[in-house]
């Protein structure tokens, strides 16, 4: 899913930025990482309950989900309003969104975004990820041709619609699947478990909830900082194609972090063995493939235009480099998730935030859109070092946990007089 998440998503932007002027580019770019970071405020947060609890919810699968849906939806609504209210304040790629028609449509997308973006992770608890790929790649395509179709007649509009209309079809028609055929074999698969309590649920939700907005605001909060703090919108336009690019890469680890939660949900005993299958895995998959988004970073931004190779090639070498330490961090918190221990998490993420944005204001100020990359390599790496105790740890409980029986069994049999 990630590959071709990606892949559709390098071919989407490019066709974007050659199709589109790039004053609009930048417009739309600056609305749809608003759409993500408000949509994020509800939906991703849900990301790590519905993963952790519905492997084991049993009878309560269908309850936990429609909940979660509902949830998210009024909360989407109640975040976006106040963001509309205060639009003039947040720079001139938000102007049109002043517009009272365009901000109704701009809350609907936000709803439908969360939804969209939950049901993966219902996928995914349900061990079912096979459709995730499917829905994201048909997904993938449609936005392709309609972005193409609507570039003659529409414009402004048409890579707002390309987005949407897509999305707004999947929705009804994934969920007849997760409510029609999966949630009920689930349910039937795990009768044997005793469902989550509204008080484990609250308490795992009250930590991650944090850990996840603070999450959200490291990844979605920075375009949306430089776009506010860009001078000219084609710079939005500029940084946000090298964003979209190094956060293609960063899928991988959030995506495994994912797995190892579900699995290690199922059975704790394989936590330590999964957490290790992990990192080789993402060893295979990311280190190539930082080296080469790294080597040919210029040439690669040079397929959307001169301007997002010039501007963007420096912003994406830094970002692949991040994206390494990044996705140790993302094993040991998927490792941290599964195991409920969701307040380190929060504190993990938190510390992260704070480095991130903090380095990204100041040094956006200084050295323009490449002070985000920089920041990202900074705090990154600084928060993956803090980790590393923690992760051999995990890495290694099975082991250390046989050692334990063994020194039993060899120590000498002590008996009275």
């Known amino acids: 899913n990630s590959g071709v998440t990606g892949i559709f998503g390098l071919v989407y932007w490019i066709l974007v930025a050659r199709l589109y002027p790039t004053s609009v580019v930048g417009r739309a770019s600056a609305a749809y990482a608003a759409m993500n970071l408000l949509a994020g ?3 991703l947060n849900f990301n790590g309950l519905l993963t952790r609890f519905i492997p084991q919810a049993g009878s309560r699968t269908k309850r936990l989900v429609t909940q979660a849906y509902l949830v998210s ?14 639009i003039h304040r947040w720079g001139p790629s938000y102007a049109e969104l002043a517009n009272p028609i365009v901000g109704l449509f701009f809350i609907g997308c936000v709803v439908v975004w969360a939804v969209f973006t939950l049901q993966d992770s219902v996928l995914t608890g349900l061990r079912n990820a096979v459709w995730v790929l499917f829905e994201n790649g048909l997904f993938g395509v449609i936005k392709i041709v309609l972005l193409v179709l609507f570039a003659a007649s529409l414009t402004h509009l048409g890579i707002y619609l390309s987005w949407m209309l897509p999305a707004l079809v999947a929705v009804p028609l994934v969920n007849a699947l997760i409510y029609g055929r999966l949630v009920p074999r689930h349910a039937d698969a795990t009768l044997g478990c005793l469902p989550p309590t509204n008080r484990q649920m609250g308490r795992f939700l009250a930590g991650d909830y944090s850990g996840s907005a603070f999450l959200l605001a490291t990844t979605n909060l920075v375009p949306v900082l430089v776009a506010v703090r860009a001078s000219d919108v084609r710079l939005t336009a500029y940084f946000y194609m090298a964003w979209m690019v190094g956060g293609v890469l960063d899928l991988v680890g959030v995506n495994m972090s994912m797995s190892l939660t579900v699995e290690g949900s199922f059975d704790a005993s394989t936590l330590a063995a999964n957490c290790r299958k992990a990192l080789r895995k993402i060893a295979s998959i990311l280190l190539p493939c930082a080296a080469l988004v790294a080597l040919f970073a210029h040439w690669g931004l040079a ?3 001169p301007g997002y190779a010039e501007y963007g090639a420096p912003v994406l070498e830094l970002l692949a480099v991040a994206t390494l330490p990044r996705a140790m961090t993302e094993v ?29 204001v100041y040094l956006v100020g200084i050295m323009g859109p490449v002070g985000a990359g920089l920041a990202a390599v900074i705090s990154q790496g600084s928060v993956a070092l803090l980790v590393i105790p923690g992760l051999w740890r995990a890495l290694t409980g099975d082991r250390a946990a046989a050692t334990v029986p063994a020194a039993e069994a060899s120590a000498p049999e002590v008996t009275g007089p």
């Open 332 to 360: 040991y918190l998927g490792v941290l998730r599964a195991q409920s221990r969701t307040s380190l998490v929060a504190i993990i993420q938190g510390t992260r935030c704070v480095l991130m944005l903090g380095l990204t």
């Open 303 to 305: 397929l959307f235009g």
């Open 41 to 43: 405020f509800t939906a």
């Open 73 to 86: 939806a009024a909360a989407s609504v109640a975040v976006a309003i106040p963001f509309l209210l205060t």
